[in-house]
């Protein structure tokens, strides 16, 4: 291919079209991609250190006391604090595992790339936060301490997931979930049908999207199994203060997991709808540009609308709500 | 429901324990049936040796506050706590004393409250 291809159009006009090379184009894709990688990975080193120095730990207590309402005794920041760097720093590498993951499944090095269309944002995003949430929750465990007290509590009858999230947040994974395993089988169904005509790299996406719906819905399901061994595995062991942090921090990877259901799972079911509108046959063209504007535009105020609905509500402040309200900062 | 043990208490951990346990069962904060936790995770929660916990956990099973049901773990006496079963027992049998004597009820009940001032 060369470069500077003179076109003349209809008015006589004489306009030059520069044209690149693939090898040019591609090549400075995955510099910038390189330059992205690097970037991330150098931000996520200094999270890495920052996690030793006693001012960012303090921060990080300070701000989780804010967020869940909750007061730190004296004597608990130290074993606080430790925890929390500890989480950070699990999150770091569990995100670092993820995004390799991320790596190998899209392969940008290769041309061309493989393709899971629709699919790949939210698989993407599904696996990085995955490891981050992991990894912040085995950081968390290797973690433990005990903080020196007057009196030591432990707790008797379990909780479940409802004393830990807020109804709000259940609900919206929940629909989340379910929008998540039915549109994409919806897609499979209509993909399927005789007269069914939609473009193949989009088509491309049915089988993936599917499979992400599943596994949103999975992951939901054995939520409560979930909460039941977190919090049977307190992060801080001593007095009630120390008993209602770990209730805090239990709760907290629960509402982040509700939140990633809710976002792999909606975007999931919702691309699968709009791909729906792609499918009809070529003579319902108008048909189906309406079906997918609509559909993109709906799910957005719906994103939108959900999101303002739930947070509207102070869930990252149930627990103190509902379980330690004697520990509150702003009483309510 | 949760159990505290003071480390300053003269009372020994054990009977901390059991006191608390009784108490819920008593008030039916823990109803019948409740599964209590496991002895090694109560003890780990609680910094306190197994031996410990598990001394707790037996004597409330002697005093039929609990039942061990092998792998199932500990759980609350189905039948409610023994202390209020007895004690109910000791009234009706009281009861049954005092009418058979031909005792009037408001002069039954001065006798317990005499007895119960000793």
């Known amino acids: 291919m060369t470069a500077g291809t003179h076109i003349i159009d209809r008015g006589g006009t004489s306009t030059t079209v520069v044209e690149i090379p693939s090898e040019v184009f591609f090549t400075g894709m995955l510099v910038a991609l390189a330059a992205g990688g690097v970037a991330v990975l150098t931000f ?24 869940a309402n909750l007061v730190v005794p004296e004597e608990l920041r130290p074993a606080l604090e430790h ?51 992991v990894g912040a929750i085995v950081g968390g465990m290797l973690a433990r301490r005990s903080m020196p007290s007057r009196a030591v509590v432990a707790r008797v009858t379990p909780i479940s997931l409802a004393d830990l999230v807020a109804p709000a947040e259940r609900r919206m994974a929940a629909v989340a979930a379910c929008v998540a395993v039915a549109l994409p ?38 939520l409560p199994a979930i909460a039941d061994r977190l919090a049977r595995r307190r992060a801080l062991l001593g007095d009630a203060a ?10 907290q990877s629960l509402r982040d997991l509700h939140w990633a259901i809710a976002y792999v799972g909606g975007v999931a079911g919702l691309s699968a709808l709009m791909v729906i509108g792609t499918a009809v046959p070529d003579d319902s063209a108008v048909a189906s540009t309406i079906w997918i ?8 105020v719906l994103l939108l609308v959900t999101v303002a609905l739930v947070l509207v509500r102070s869930p990252e402040r149930h627990v103190q709500r509902t379980l330690w309200p004697e520990f509150a900062i702003h009483p309510q | 429901m949760l159990v505290t043990v003071s480390t300053e208490s003269a009372t020994p951990p054990y009977e901390q324990i059991r006191v608390q346990v009784r108490d819920a069962v008593a008030s039916g904060a ?29 004597e409330l099973e002697a005093d039929g506050v609990v039942e061990t049901r092998g792998r199932n773990g500990t759980v609350v006496s189905p039948h409610g706590d023994a202390t209020e079963r007895a ?14 004597l031909g005792v009037a009820d408001d002069h039954a009940r001065a006798l317990i409250d005499a007895a119960l001032r000793t």
Do not use: C, I
């Open chain 1, 44 to 67: 996520l080193a200094l999270t890495f250190v920052r996690t030793w120095r006693p001012a960012t730990r303090e921060r990080l207590v300070n701000r989780h006391a804010l967020r």
């Open chain 1, 185 to 222: 089988a919806l897609l499979l169904v209509v993909l399927s049908l005789p007269l069914a005509d939609a473009p193949e790299s989009l088509a491309l996406s049915a089988a993936p999207l599917a499979f992400l719906g599943l596994a949103a819905g999975a992951l939901y399901l054995t």
């Open chain 1, 293 to 300: 504007n609509v559909s993109a535009y709906a799910s957005f």
């Open chain 2, 30 to 58: 823990l109803a019948p049936g409740a599964k209590l936790p496991p002895v090694r995770r109560l003890a780990e929660d609680l910094g306190l040796a197994v031996n410990t916990v598990a001394r707790a956990y037996r």
């Open chain 1, 242 to 251: 120390a008993l209602a942090w770990s209730d805090a921090l239990t709760a």
């Open chain 1, 83 to 133: 925890q929390l760097a500890m989480r950070v720093r699990g999150g770091v590498l569990g995100g670092l595992v993820g995004l390799t993951s991320v790596l190998m499944l899209v392969r940008p090095w290769e041309f061309p790339p493989p393709s899971l269309g629709l699919a790949t944002g939210p698989l993407s995003f599904g696996l990085a936060f995955l490891g981050t949430q």
């Open chain 2, 87 to 100: 004690a109910q027992q000791a009234a009706t049998a009281y009861v049954e004393t005092v009418r058979r």
